[in-house]
């Protein structure tokens, strides 16, 4: 597998590797870029060229985690990936999620007990998911930045503490595996235990869909995980250390 | 990688190099997951990690961490150590992989033991749930907590917790409303016999 650096042409790497187009709509590009390489459009879109060469790694290669050279990042340049990634879940990934699932149950000849299950699963699911992101953006994110400020200039300390007294990012760490596990669960019960009295070919448009969201929601639980509670550990200890 | 075999493999090297060839190889194995670590003692970051595992390190590595491994991994059911043998001119063993062997030749060793495990696995289980395991679902279908279920049954909450364990292996699903959900399609249970609303 090889890995793409700043020469790399970018019609080039999509070529290669198609599931990278959402994420590099979230880095801030937008098709129609000719033959320029990763460095010319980071330069005329003020796109930090490390962070987009590596992200687009990271999500290109499993196996590519550079967890040292990816904790210089900084903190508000992370948060604000995972946000727009948060944002392409809610405003297409999600609903498209919820298309293609009622064209697949609705497609059944009758209204049948265990099609109306695997909507409310479904959407038990969702709203957990669009619960935790939710979470993670009016509280969790604020909470990093806030931290990340106080460490930066700790005139504003006092302040911090009052807001949050006893706070570390441990209380907020959790989760995660819930919303994979039901993930998975979804998959399993379309693929082995529903009956199959639905137009397949509207299941396996679902299911992709499905794959696809995971895969993105892997890699983005790979960056809060690695990248970002790191950073958040090192700041409190930072924080800790200034008493 | 959602296999329902769980098995993992844990890769240690302080080498990228190494640590990235042997992930290529590997992949095409039929382990449901790689796990790279530069030292034996990082995957206490992997504290949930279940199933089977197996761990390939030198044999330097594995007297330096060996036991701590098996400390962390507490709730696996297996761990096979395979050692990683960095000389070109060393014994062949099917117990050590050695980094001038042919990827196939790699890949086969690492599927031998899977086998070992998947074989052992179906001797006593096979992806039937058995009547203990039926009633502990029915008892969990409709709402009741692993303490409650073990006091209705009469078992520890540790057997309960067991069991649980077993049939999400069997069936593939992990959460309480997918495996409710289970239930109805199997026909364990009946749509009118939970709260909907609350269960899925």
């Known amino acids: 597998m090889e890995l793409f650096n700043e020469n790399s042409k970018l019609a080039f790497v999509i070529h290669k590797d198609h599931s990278l187009l959402p994420v590099i ?75 293609l699932i009622e064209l697949f149950l609705s497609a059944s000849p009758d209204e049948n007990t265990e099609n109306e299950l695997v909507r409310k699963f479904y959407a038990k699911f969702k709203e957990e998911f669009v619960i935790h992101i939710n979470f993670e953006e009016r509280e969790m994110f604020p909470f990093i930045l806030e931290l990340n400020a106080v460490v930066e200039n700790p005139e504003k300390r006092a302040q911090f503490t009052k807001k949050y007294p006893s706070f570390s990012i441990e209380s907020f760490e959790k989760e995660h595996s819930n919303m994979d596990d039901k993930m998975d669960d979804l998959k399993n019960i379309i693929i082995k235990y529903l009956p199959p ?5 509207r299941g396996n448009a679902f299911l992709a869909n499905l794959f696809l969201f995971e895969k993105d929601l892997k890699n983005h639980s790979r960056i809060e995980d690695h990248i970002l509670m790191p950073k958040v550990k090192q700041l409190e200890i930072l924080l800790a250390n200034n008493e | 990688m959602n296999s329902i075999h769980n098995i993992s493999i844990v890769v240690i090297s302080q080498s990228d190099v190494v640590l ?181």
């Open chain 1, 25 to 99: 709509n979230r880095l801030g590009i937008k098709l129609g870029f000719g033959d320029k390489t990763i460095r010319n459009i980071c330069e005329e879109n003020q796109i930090d060229l490390n962070f987009f060469v590596e992200t687009i790694n990271v999500f290109h290669y499993e196996a590519y985690f550079p967890e040292k050279r990816l904790l210089d990042f900084s903190i508000s340049m992370v948060i604000e990936y995972l946000i727009k990634t948060h944002q392409y879940y809610k405003d297409y990934l999600i609903p498209e999620n919820d298309r």
């Open chain 2, 20 to 200: 990235t060839g042997l992930f290529e190889i590997l992949k095409s194995s039929m382990a449901s997951e790689v796990i790279l670590l530069h030292r034996g003692d990082e995957l206490i970051d992997y504290p949930a990690l279940n199933g089977h595992i197996i761990i390939i390190a030198t044999s330097e590595e594995q007297e330096k961490s060996g036991s701590f491994m098996r400390q962390i991994l507490t709730s696996t059911q297996n761990i096979h150590f395979i050692t990683l043998q960095l000389h070109p001119d060393s014994v062949y063993s099917n117990r050590t992989i050695n980094l001038f062997d042919t990827p196939t030749l790699i890949c086969y060793k690492v599927n031998e033991i899977v086998n070992s495990f998947l074989s052992d696995q179906s001797k006593d289980t096979d992806t039937e749930l058995t009547k203990r395991e039926i009633e502990v679902l029915q008892l969990l279908t409709k709402g009741y907590s692993n303490k409650e279920i073990a006091d209705q049954l009469f078992v520890s909450t540790h057997t309960v917790i067991s069991h649980r364990k077993n049939i999400s292996e069997k069936t593939g699903i992990k959460s309480a409303s997918g495996l409710t959900m289970y239930a109805i399609l199997k026909k364990i249970i009946d749509v009118s016999d939970i709260n909907q609303d609350e269960l899925i």
């Open chain 1, 197 to 201: 009295n639905y137009d397949q070919n």
